[in-house]
T-cell receptor
């Protein structure tokens, strides 16, 4: 089945130790997103790629970076994780072909990040 | 940026009754409004969506209405079942961008 795959499902890292979360997709969608979701809260958009164009949200901390080496893969790098960065990180994709052609997002199962 | 508000934050209904969740958005340029259902520990899953050129859309027990003038949209679930229990999120996406901005979520409990 075509899908959005996130690895790992659970990640534990130490305070201040860089960590990378990965996302891959077989949908060939041109837009990929990273969200942070804390317990009992809504997903919060961190940034997205439209093809190779990176779009950062204004309130995303500089501690969060992203890379998209090709259509299928996207990475979330947290340079110096703090305790407040413990959360579920969701990757999503969508296909956008024009101004009136927003398409639904397809989400991965998420990576739950814990900070020791 | 877009600001999406969602009410109520929690909702309990008896099995078989209807449930209504309401969202308002701030950016009049938003033109696409999906609704997601998220069960505990699982991914958000799309249940229905509506575009700004349509006032209402229905899919079996689920319907969504949109009032562009008032900038609000609502999810209606009829004949609720215990398996409808989950957190529901509305979202808004702008015409000129690819972002999706989520509402704060509604925890729905259907009491058997």
């Amino acid at each position: 089945d075509a899908m959005v795959i996130q690895n790992p499902r659970y990640q534990v890292t130490q305070f201040g130790k860089p960590v990378t979360l990965s996302c891959s997709q077989t949908l060939n969608h041109n837009v990929m997103y990273w969200y942070q979701q804390k317990s009992s809260q809504a997903p919060k958009l961190l940034f997205h790629y439209y093809d190779k164009d990176f779009n950062n949200e204004a309130d995303t901390p500089d501690n969060f970076q992203s890379r998209r080496p090709n259509t299928s893969f996207c990475f979330l790098d947290i340079r110096s994780p703090g305790l407040g960065d413990a959360a579920m990180y969701l990757c999503a994709t969508s296909s956008r072909q024009g101004a009136w052609n927003n398409q639904p997002q397809h989400f991965g199962d998420g990576t739950r990040l814990s900070i020791l | 940026g877009e600001n999406v508000e969602q009410h109520p934050s929690t909702l309990s209904v008896q099995e078989g009754d209807s449930a209504v969740i309401k969202c308002t958005y701030s950016d009049s340029a938003s033109n696409y409004f999906p609704w997601y259902k998220q069960e505990l520990g699982k991914r958000p899953q799309l249940i229905i969506d509506i575009r700004s050129n349509v006032g209402e859309k229905k899919d079996q027990r689920i319907a969504v209405t949109l009032n562009k003038t008032a900038k609000h949209f609502s999810l209606h679930i009829t004949e609720t079942q215990p398996e409808d229990s989950a957190v529901y999120f509305c979202a808004a996406s702008p015409l000129a961008g690819n972002q999706f901005y989520f509402g704060t979520g509604t925890s729905l409990t259907v009491i058997p």
